[in-house]
């Protein structure tokens, strides 16, 4: 499992503790021409040793809890937002207006789920706001796919041309992404080590984050698989949202699980984030970089006020190069990075069999959270975590083996599992947590509640 090996290093895990892994290999789960299959095992196994190892420090174990990763699981996590229900009610997938278009050159990928980016896409290619998906065909149809993609990301839309492998390795965002660690660590600053209060060695479950407070100012869809992952291991995460940027309905209730949901205008309720912050132990933040430091919420600023936090970013396109501000989504990333092409064929572009990079992304920032407690424990400081779509897809294209593609049991389906929760939301039917170790919890001890209905307040 070479690939859980390079997960653990880019941690900078103890190699000794990968003897605890195990895993359940399974064929016919996430197939594809690249190995999204050791992708996700690889990032779901290491976040799950990470939780073991915290686990463990914080109970005073002599061994670290042994982890198993079952394929079949992980391909079920990694489905997560399309196999979720809500009252027998499939989930809504992508827009009209989210899809691969022909242009007079090729192709572009755009993403408008979310109504501000729909109407900034049709603005910039000069549609009204109700246009029908015929009519932006058509006027896509004459431009080119490059000059798509600068000009709805020009008026603050999301769109990116297709480019195959070897154009995107020519790009500098590419190099950029290559020069780069898969997941990025640094000590901010001296604080005394971290001080975690002691788990009781018989409680059941182990859970490794509780005690420990996360607010979550993340969105789709890695930051939250990352928090949601946080909170299935007992931590008290708090989604603080904008109040007129409301999330997508079925991917809060997938995401949602084990969390609060609260609204503040950063701005405005400045007071009241200061408050959050100083007595958070983790800040999660998924928005373009930069984008939330007018807020004083870049890392060393937040170091400055907030001794020993751990702050942890995610964005599609890294925090560097000439595409950091960029906006950008998993399937976007795909196109821009030459994974459309190589899963696509001679006639049209292709996809991965999962949002791969988003949920990839996601178990790894988590993990990296994990290991940066643990490490606070013994060292101290401050620490931040970033982590980049555009970089767990160069990992997933360049630095992945794959197996033999028949390898290990037949999977029978995601049914086994999945499960069923009431809530507020009313009957969900969800897929169980992905990340098990001898110890850990079955699910979530609270399913997602509406958004924006709870106080910007910790419990």
């Known amino acids: 499992m070479t690939e859980i090996k390079d997960a653990w290093e880019a941690l900078g895990g103890r190699p000794g503790l990968l003897s605890h892994v195990s895993a359940v290999v399974r064929r016919d789960v996430l197939e ?14 290491a976040c799950a040793l990470a939780a073991a190892e915290l686990g463990a420090r914080r109970a005073g174990f002599a061994e670290v809890p042994a982890v ?54 049709l603005a910039a290619l000069g549609l009204p706001a109700d246009a029908s998906a015929e009519r932006v ?63 009781d060695r018989a409680a059941a479950p182990l859970l490794p984050a509780a005690g420990l407070r996360v607010l979550d100012l993340t969105r789709v ?16 995460v708090l989604r603080v949202d904008a109040p007129w940027l409301p999330e997508l309905p079925d991917l809060h209730a997938d995401t949602g699980f084990g969390k609060r949901s609260a609204t503040l205008d950063l701005g405005a309720g400045r007071d009241t984030l200061e408050e959050l912050l100083s007595t958070a132990d983790v800040v999660v933040t998924g928005y373009r970089p930069g984008a939330l430091d007018r807020f004083g919420l870049a ?45 696509g064929t001679a006639d049209r572009p292709g996809a991965l069999p999962a949002q791969a990079l988003d949920h ?25 975590v970033r982590l980049a779509l555009a970089r767990t897809a160069h990992w997933l294209t ?33 897929a169980r947590p992905a990340v098990s170790f001898t110890g850990a919890p079955t699910d979530w001890a609270r399913p997602a509640t509406p958004w924006g209905a709870e106080p910007a307040a910790w419990r």
């Open 32 to 45: 594809a021409r690249l190995p999204v299959r050791e992708l996700a095992r690889a990032c779901v196994g």
């Open 68 to 121: 198993t990763v079952d394929d079949g699981a992980v391909a079920a996590a990694f489905h997560s937002e399309r196999l979720v229900q809500v009252d027998g009610r499939a989930p809504v997938a992508f827009a009209p207006l989210s899809r691969f278009w022909r242009t007079a050159d090729g192709w572009v990928r755009t993403h408008a789920n979310y109504p501000h980016h729909r109407d900034r896409l």
């Open 137 to 199: 065909a058509g006027r896509l149809a004459e431009c080119s796919a490059l000059e798509t993609e600068e000009a709805v990301q020009d008026a603050g839309g999301l769109a990116v041309a297709l480019r195959t492998p070897r154009e995107w390795r020519a790009h500098p965002q590419a190099a950029e992404m290559a020069a780069r660690p898969l997941v990025e660590r640094a000590v901010l600053d001296t604080a005394p080590a971290r001080v975690l209060p002691s788990l």
């Open 221 to 236: 869809l890695a930051g939250p698989v990352a928090t949601r992952t946080l909170a299935l291991l007992g931590a008290d």
């Open 299 to 343: 890392p060393c600023a937040l170091a400055e006020r907030h001794p020993g936090l751990v702050v942890a970013q995610v964005s599609a396109w890294g925090g560097y190069g000439p595409w950091a501000g960029r906006r950008g989504f998993d399937s976007l990333v795909q196109v821009a990075t030459g994974i459309a092409v190589t899963e």
């Open 360 to 384: 990839g992304t996601g178990y790894l920032l988590a993990a990296a959270v994990l290991r940066a407690l643990t490490e606070q424990s013994y060292d101290g400081g401050s620490r931040l």
């Open 398 to 430: 360049n630095g992945i083996h794959p197996a033999v593609a028949d390898q290990g049991a037949p999977c029978p389906g995601p049914d086994p599992w999945l499960t069923e929760t009431d809530s507020p939301l009313g009957r969900l039917r969800h």
